[in-house]
């Protein structure tokens, strides 16, 4: 049976920055979008002898801002992978937009180029939010671009919400929660606001022009949202990450699963045959040669802590027995005075067949990821 391989397209283009993003991405770039296309699409073409082994069963097309550039470059791309690639015919195929870069014909041209799942940014439903983190935005247009959606015929679709933004309070969370829930997607995604260095944002908050909620105000919004979420029939599968029953996002779930994936595109990272790799982030090198740079090349003890690392993002946590089919050995043994140390800390516990985070385990992760590893 051939291995499974996840395909990641990555488009850096966007109408406008957003204030807290540190992504490769740029706007006011259009002039460069169609040079970078057919960049892409060469990459793709001279990287396809890697895949006549496998089976691609998942592709994600993220930025950036997908949405945003015209549509029938998505559909070259796509057909340049299919036409290169043993891509399944049910593969999962995932592309971002965001509200105010769509339109009823740019969904069509996605659904026809066979585009089966739909990730919308939204952030906040709240319109004062949204302007404040620099989203080109309201939630009206965050309505009529899901509206659109599903009268196209997409009937996976993930929301994209973010808490601990400026000034946000546990009312105005609740209230974006609720609006949501009411639409009911299969999929919601809700992650903490990390404030990263040189971003708009971060610059605004040093010199006082927001406030963000203290540290015990965040972490009542994550046991909220987790508690409302899961009231509403939403399954807490990952960190950050809520879905109808089987409507996991499969492409996300390999990654944390450890299964091998080919990042294509400015900045794309790969794993491929035990090493991590990721493309330039020069936009006009990218565009003259695909250089790389491998970040790791993993022996046999890097890729069982990867593995359990990972594997910690599931709520379900490590299966025991995966670990021991995949590596013949036992984890508990291997990591026991890693795993003595945070089960006294009570950050992990572990049952018959599963390690995984406890509450307080949860807690801190889903605060900084790196702290917690």
């Known amino acids: 049976m051939k291995e499974e391989l996840g395909i990641y397209i990555h488009i850096p283009f966007c109408k406008q920055k957003c204030y807290y993003c540190d992504f490769i991405s740029f706007s006011q770039k259009e002039e460069k ?12 073409i001279s990287n396809k002898d890697k895949a006549k082994d496998y089976k691609v069963t998942t592709i994600y097309i993220g930025g950036g801002t997908p949405s945003y550039i015209n549509s029938k470059n998505i559909i070259s791309v796509l057909e340049t992978l299919k036409e290169n690639y043993p891509v399944e015919k049910d ?48 939630y009206e247009e965050f309505l009529e ?95 950050s990450n809520f879905t109808k029953p089987k409507k996991e996002s499969k492409h996300n779930l390999n990654c944390w699963n450890q299964k091998q994936y080919l990042g294509f595109g400015l900045a794309a990272h790969s794993y491929y045959n035990k090493v991590r790799y990721s493309n330039t982030q020069d936009l006009k090198q990218y565009l003259e040669e695909h250089t790389k740079t491998i970040h ?65 385990g949860l807690d801190l992760a889903n605060q900084v990821w790196e702290e917690f590893v």
Do not use: C
């Not at 009911?184 to 990263?196: A, D, F, G, M, R």
């Open 33 to 44: 979008v169609n040079e970078y296309v057919e960049a892409l699409k060469k990459e793709i």
């Open 91 to 138: 593969a999962e195929v995932t592309i971002e937009i965001n509200p105010g870069t769509v339109t009823k014909e740019k969904l069509e041209d996605y659904k026809k180029a066979g585009v089966n799942r739909i990730s919308i940014g939204l952030q906040s439903a709240n319109n004062k939010l949204l302007k404040e983190i620099g989203r080109i935005h309201t």
């Open 145 to 239: 671009a899901y509206r659109l959606s599903r009268k196209v015929g997409f009937n996976n679709i993930n929301v994209d919400l973010m808490l601990a933004l400026p000034n946000q309070t546990e009312d105005i969370l609740e209230e974006s929660l609720k609006n949501v829930i009411n639409l009911k997607p299969e999929h919601i995604s809700i992650y903490s606001l990390i404030l990263e260095e040189g971003t708009v944002l971060e610059q605004q908050i040093s010199q006082g022009k927001y406030e963000l909620p203290d540290e015990e105000t965040e972490r009542n919004m994550y046991w909220k949202t987790k508690k409302i979420l899961e009231e509403n029939g939403y399954l807490h599968y990952e960190i």
């Open 296 to 360: 790791e090349t993993q022996n046999k003890e890097d890729e069982q802590k990867e593995y359990m690392l990972l594997g910690l993002r599931k709520i379900q946590g490590v299966s025991i027995s995966e670990f021991k089919a995949k590596f013949v050995q036992n984890p508990i043994y291997i990591f026991r005075k890693e795993l003595d140390k945070l089960v006294r800390e009570e950050l992990i516990e572990i049952d018959i067949d599963n390690i995984k985070l406890t509450d307080r």
